[in-house]
T-cell receptor, first 110, second 111 residues
C-alpha cells in the first residue's frame, strides 16, 4: 500500500491563486519527485529533488526536499487553467522502486 | 528523443484469460519499471528490470510476471485474469539509478 501521506486530497481554487501541497512519510528517502497526471495519460515529471533541504524551481513550480528527508512540498504560483490535473509526490525506495502519495486533484475555476 | 511507448493503449479481456503488455523505453535507458494504478490502491510498484534481469519486485501474486529483452524493451504478462486486475498499467524508464519517465499506460479492463 501507500507509504507517503499526501495532502490535501483535492483543491478547488480560482485562476491566479497560488497552490501548496505536501507529502510526508515515516521513512527517510534520498530522492523525492513530483509528477502531474492528466486523464488517460501517464504521470509527467515536474521536479526531482536529490538533496535534503534542496529548493528547486521549474517555471511557476517550486518544490523542496525536507531537511529531515521525510517530507516534501510543491508550490504552484499564479495558477492557470492548464494546471488542472492530479499531482503525485513520489520517493525512490531501493533500486528504481517508486512509492507514491495518494495524489492531489487540482480544479481551477476560471 | 521519443518518449516511453506502450502498446496496446486499451485492452478488454475476460476473467481467466491472460494478457501481455509491451513497453519500449526511451532510447539509451536500460531500466524499465512497471506500475499498476487503480482508484482504490493508487500507484503500486510491480517490478523493475535492468539489463534483462529483474532487480526488484513488488507485492503482487505470481500471476504477474515480466521480462526484458536485449534492446531494453520489456513485456509484462498477467495470467488467469481477475476482475480486480482492471487497471492502468504504467511503464517507466530511466538511465541508471535515475529519474523515471512514464509512458501513457495501457488501460486493461477485465470483464
Amino acid at each position: 500500500g501507500q507509504q507517503l501521506n499526501q495532502s490535501p486530497q483535492s483543491m478547488f481554487i480560482q485562476e491566479g491563486e497560488d497552490v501548496s501541497m505536501n507529502c510526508t512519510s515515516s521513512s527517510i528517502f534520498n530522492t523525492w519527485l513530483w509528477y502531474k497526471q492528466d486523464p488517460g495519460e501517464g504521470p509527467v515529471l515536474l521536479i526531482a529533488l536529490y538533496k535534503a533541504g534542496e529548493l528547486t524551481s521549474n517555471g511557476r513550480l517550486t518544490a523542496q526536499f525536507g531537511i529531515t528527508r521525510k517530507d516534501s512540498f510543491l508550490n504552484i504560483s499564479a495558477s492557470i487553467p492548464s494546471d488542472v490535473g492530479i499531482y503525485f509526490c513520489a520517493a525512490l525506495q531501493g533500486a528504481q522502486k517508486l512509492v507514491f502519495g495518494q495524489g492531489t486533484r487540482l480544479t481551477i475555476n476560471p | 528523443k521519443a518518449g516511453v511507448t506502450q502498446t496496446p493503449r486499451y485492452l478488454i479481456k475476460t476473467r481467466g484469460q491472460q494478457v501481455t503488455l509491451s513497453c519500449s523505453p526511451i532510447s539509451g535507458h536500460r531500466s524499465v519499471s512497471w506500475y499498476q494504478q487503480t482508484p482504490g490502491q493508487g500507484l503500486q510498484f510491480l517490478f523493475e528490470y535492468f539489463s534483462e534481469t529483474q532487480r526488484n519486485k513488488g507485492n503482487f501474486p505470481g500471476r504477474f510476471s515480466g521480462r526484458q529483452f536485449s534492446n531494453s524493451r520489456s513485456e509484462m504478462n498477467v495470467s488467469t485474469l481477475e476482475l480486480g486486475d482492471s487497471a492502468l498499467y504504467l511503464c517507466a524508464s530511466s538511465m541508471l539509478q535515475d529519474t523515471q519517465y512514464f509512458g501513457p499506460g495501457t488501460r486493461l479492463t477485465v470483464l
